[in-house]
């Protein structure tokens, strides 16, 4: 039996071990019995295209800082030379896992090593793989950037590039960008995924760490008008892989540094856009509740010339792993690192 298979299997156990406590998660959402035969039906669908994943590589780098073990991983496509590469930041409560949804074509990790990249996931201290932290809220904004740029140091030192790529997605971005101040000369293109420009409403934070469920790992996903998860919009499989991966990386808390950080007035800016000095995509939906539009419209004038701002329409906080927008959201990223003599790693 090959690593891909058992790693697989694997995957299908945890599911159908956790199913019984997202179901219940669904029941309440409305998704009920359609997700689970969903899911029988996509187990029958990876085996067919169990020799299709075997193409992509997976290697853990060790890292530590401040005392703590850091998750570094490196994802590329088996038999390509990578001569680009990416650095991937995940949010304020899941890790890095959730880039890469192993369902048909949905994960943006594959997409990107299919294009030649090195791809790279990192875990903020206590989050997901990497080590625990005793005081939740220290893996702050700037605490978190500063495991950026250890990352980013030894994503340099491995690979002999002078620069990579960065995407940030939701707090990454606030993360992402507050690295990016200062690190200019590290970064090739900066990417700023449903951008958390401003504090999202004031709300205090008292507990360092944030209990994570079920029904909070499904929030995001769009409802229809009952407060049932829309299927038109995200595929029920989706929801449960992305669900149950949480629950096994994440488990039942995660660090409240950056919670809050961001749960502030939103009169009080996140991320200085004007001290950014790399070109930079920002990439959203336009039905993201998180996100001040004001600001989202304006950003352009802030940032450098060659920066481009992509509002996809019907698109939420998740709009990478919607249906009818994920493949629009992968095109529209790779046009933008592709555009130009900018080449990570040049």
């Known amino acids: 039996m090959n690593k891909g298979t058992v790693l697989r299997i694997s995957l299908l156990l945890v599911l159908t071990l956790t199913a019984s406590c997202f179901l219940s998660a669904c029941y309440m959402t409305g ?13 029958e669908e990876d085996k067919e295209g169990d020799e299709v994943s075997e193409v992509y590589s997976y290697t853990e ?10 998750h570094l991983d490196c994802v590329e496509k088996e038999g390509d030379k990578a001569g680009k ?23 943006l990790v594959r997409a990107l090593a299919d294009e030649g990249y090195s791809v790279w996931r990192l875990d903020i201290a206590g989050f997901g793989r990497s080590g625990e932290v005793e005081d939740g809220f220290m893996p702050d904004s700037d605490y978190a950037a500063e495991d950026i740029a250890a990352a ?3 994503i340099v030192k491995i690979t002999g590039h002078e620069k990579i790529d960065l995407l940030g997605w939701s707090w990454g971005t606030v993360t992402a960008g507050r690295y990016a101040y200062d690190h200019s ?18 709300y205090e934070v008292t507990e360092p760490f944030h209990h994570n469920d079920w029904e909070h790992a499904a929030d995001d996903f769009q409802k229809d008008e009952n407060g049932n998860f829309d299927l038109t919009v995200t595929d029920p499989v989706v929801i449960e892989m992305f669900c149950s991966s949480c629950w096994h990386y994440d488990r039942e808390s995660s660090p409240n540094g ?17 001290r950014i000095e790399v070109e930079t995509l920002v990439i959203c939906g336009d039905k993201d509740p998180y996100l001040n539009y004001d600001l989202v419209d304006k950003s352009i004038e802030h940032l450098p010339e060659g920066s481009r701002l992509d509002k996809i329409k019907g698109g939420s906080h998740v ?16 046009t933008f690192l592709s555009q130009g003599d900018g080449v990570a790693g040049s």
């Open 31 to 43: 998704v009920q019995g359609s997700v689970q035969n969903a899911a029988e039906n996509a187990a």
């Open 61 to 70: 780098y060790p890292l530590e800082r401040n005392n703590v073990k850091l």
């Open 85 to 107: 590469s990416i650095l991937l930041v995940h949010g304020v409560t899941y890790s890095s896992h959730e880039f890469d949804i192993d369902y048909k074509d949905y994960s």
């Open 152 to 154: 980013v140091d030894e």
């Open 185 to 202: 000369e590290r970064i090739n293109k900066l990417v700023l995924y449903a951008p958390i420009l401003c504090g999202i409403g004031e």
């Open 258 to 274: 950056g919670r809050r950080d961001v749960c502030v007035d939103p009169s009080n800016l996140l991320i200085d856009l004007d």
């Open 319 to 334: 709009v990478y792993i919607e249906e009818p927008y994920y493949k629009e959201f992968q095109s529209n990223l790779l």
